[in-house]
């Protein structure tokens, strides 16, 4: 079945990537509990990632899960232009946080109830460590709006940086459609609109606007291997290693 | 005044005229940490963490205590909202272990433990 194969790599790449960015504030987190919680949340992400990369191994007939992960051309990657963006400030890193993690907890649910048996089953496996990742997010959005006018000033514009990127999350690909008649999951649409209203009832609480996403251009092109410039660097770093030495039992 | 969290001090931050900004930030609350490995277990105090507020204590404190322990649930509570005597009084709980007063010694709540421990390991066959 080629078109699972589209979705899977999407999501595994975008989590891959996300991780990446994440495990860039390790030794630099603002404070140190921070630092642990950025770093915790890379080793989940790229843990799942790799979760799905096996399971386009073993039931997909691709790659083995390390190479698909360390031995692609920029061009193959499929995550989108969100994740690639570097980390900047923390306003930014923590909103992007918050967008991306309430995003992928959604589409977990929705898993939950797919017929491919392996995603419902990951979908249950992680619900846990969703739930975390989540109430990490909110906690600090919640914090840093209602704390001074500076952390709310810099929250607010970060907010209005990623949010046109954000919306890439749900650019839609070959085969989605038949995805959605095969019931292997509802879409990428439903999951937009189930994510702005979440996303939109915590920006209120916390006294941030969430600009129109009628009036907002989404940023698309990661899905059909249109990146930013920003990608090809995370990627010699992130393959350096693996790389050097494919063949090497580690 | 420099600051009473090495972390704080770590950042070697410029001294400003005034302090106003660090005051805000250097001193966060510092919240007792209990653990509580499975259901129905008692908290067990494991350390402290150092937080704006409760919520966000739990955050760190999971993050700092709950990552490498199995665990159900943490608790947190301000170190200030716990009563203790001081150690200066550590004689008044003298005469309850003294030499003197062996008979005070609840020796049979050690029984009790070996029970219990017997117990357990023979769950199985007393069901």
Request: with cysteine; net charge negative.
């Amino acid at each position: 079945m080629h078109s699972i194969k589209n979705l899977l790599y999407n999501i595994a790449d975008d989590l891959l990537i996300m991780g990446h960015r994440h495990s860039e504030w390790t030794g630099l987190g603002p404070i140190l509990e921070e630092d642990i919680s950025f770093s915790s949340l890379a080793q989940d992400k790229i843990g799942l990632a790799y979760q799905i990369y096996k399971i386009l191994n073993e039931t997909e007939k691709e790659d083995l899960p390390d190479r698909i992960a360390f031995l692609r051309n920029e061009s193959q990657y499929r995550c989108c232009q969100f994740v690639e963006l570097p980390n900047g400030e923390y306003d930014f890193s923590l909103i992007r946080h918050f967008l991306f993690d309430h995003a992928m907890d959604l589409r977990f649910r929705m898993f939950g109830k797919s017929n491919y048996q392996p995603l419902s089953f990951l979908s249950r496996k992680t619900a846990g460590e969703m739930k975390y990742h989540i109430l990490h997010a909110d906690i600090w959005i919640k914090q840093l709006g209602n704390n001074n006018e500076i952390s709310h000033v810099r929250m607010q514009k970060a907010i209005e940086v990623a949010f046109p990127y954000s919306l890439g999350m749900f650019e839609t690909f070959p085969f989605e459609k038949e995805l959605i008649e095969l019931g292997i999951y509802q879409g990428e649409q439903e999951i937009k609109i189930s994510w702005l209203e979440k996303i939109s009832m915590i920006l209120k609480e916390a006294n941030f606007n969430l600009p129109d996403p009628e009036k907002i251009k989404p940023v698309f092109g990661g899905r059909t291997g249109n990146h930013t410039g920003f990608l090809k660097p995370l990627l010699e770093e992130m393959n350096e290693v693996y790389s050097s030495d494919p063949e090497t039992e580690w | 005044m420099s600051s009473l969290d090495p972390r704080i001090n770590r950042l070697e931050l410029p001294q400003i005229p005034g302090g106003e900004i660090l005051k805000n930030q250097e001193h966060w609350i510092t919240y007792e940490v209990f653990h509580i490995k499975k259901r129905g277990d008692h908290p067990v105090h494991v350390g402290c963490v150092h937080a704006p507020h409760p919520d966000l204590a739990l955050v760190f404190a999971k993050e700092q205590y709950g990552r490498r322990l199995a665990c159900v649930s943490l608790w947190v509570c301000k170190s200030s909202d716990i009563h203790a005597f001081s150690m200066e009084d550590e004689d008044m709980f003298y005469s309850a272990v003294s030499d003197e007063k062996k008979y005070r010694d609840a020796s049979g709540f050690k029984v009790r433990d070996k029970i219990n421990k017997f117990k357990k390991g023979n769950s199985d066959a007393l069901v």
